[in-house]
């Protein structure tokens, strides 16, 4: 599922690197920033939970994993403003299906993304989106997807798992107007890493508590023009683990 800050792209490297953290005695695989599911749904093991604080997207994940096949094949444009401007009236998983499949590289209700004339000829945005998602929802069956926030798990809770988190990216564009908690989130790791091997993507992360395992150029783009950046995709694991 197309989703901002999606590791698609990477996932071929990173999914091995982060599987081979599962083990035979590994209690489960936790992914507390599942997005749209565009690793978890890589991972192999019996017992994958994907969450998210985000009712609506987690709403559509299953609705995908579930019911794919009544998935609509497009979105048109007077539908898009009408759930835009109408949520309540609508099912969570459908205006989750309308925010992220038929906006903009995904954001959320971030501008229609239909029809556009690109070299290669007319496309469809939303459309090949909703397919991708079709496509996708053989993967999420096996997935236990929960709308929860990360602060709602404990180290009590959760013990013998590997977990992965694909946070919102520090002073970032895409993520300027969220208000993630980041050193709340970086103590959560570290008590979380006393039962549990836990893994974090990002640009960058305090050198004092996290090891860098893994590193990689990739092309990023920042807006609706395809105006992009270089930037360095890294791979962190709490230190003492």
């Given at each position: 599922m197309k989703y901002i800050g999606s590791k698609n792209k990477i996932s071929k490297e990173l999914a091995p690197i982060i599987q081979s953290y599962i083990k035979e005695d590994t209690k489960g695989y936790l992914e507390p920033f599942v997005g749209g599911a565009n690793m978890i749904d890589k991972i192999q093991h019996k017992n994958k939970v994907g969450s998210d604080i985000h009712k609506e997207l987690i709403a559509l994940l299953n609705f995908a994993k579930d019911k794919p096949e009544y998935l609509p094949s497009g979105i048109t444009k007077d539908e898009y403003i009408a759930v835009r401007d109408n949520k309540v009236l609508y099912d969570d998983w459908y205006v989750g299906l309308v925010g992220f499949c038929g906006s903009y590289n995904a954001k959320y209700f971030g501008g229609y993304a239909g029809e556009c004339v690109t070299k290669?000829?007319?496309?469809?945005?939303?459309?090949?989106?909703?397919?991708?998602?079709?496509?996708?929802?053989?993967?999420?069956?096996?997935?236990?997807?929960?709308?929860?926030?990360?602060?709602?798990?404990?180290?009590?809770?959760?013990?013998?798992?590997?977990?992965?988190?694909?946070?919102?990216?520090?002073?970032t564009t895409d993520y300027k107007t969220t208000k993630f908690p980041y050193d709340e989130f970086y103590e959560w790791c570290l008590k979380m890493s006393q039962n549990n091997v836990v893994l974090v993507s990002e640009y960058n992360m305090p050198e004092e508590l996290f090891e860098c395992i893994w590193n990689k150029e990739c092309r990023v783009f920042l807006d609706n023009n395809n105006n992009n950046k270089q930037r360095t995709e890294k791979l962190f694991i709490v230190k003492h683990q």
């Open positions: 290669q000829g007319i496309r469809h945005y939303d459309q090949e989106a909703i397919k991708n998602l079709k496509k996708q929802s053989n993967g999420l069956r096996d997935i236990l997807f929960l709308n929860k926030s990360f602060l709602d798990y404990s180290e009590n809770e959760i013990s013998g798992y590997v977990i992965y988190c694909d946070i919102p990216y520090k002073n």
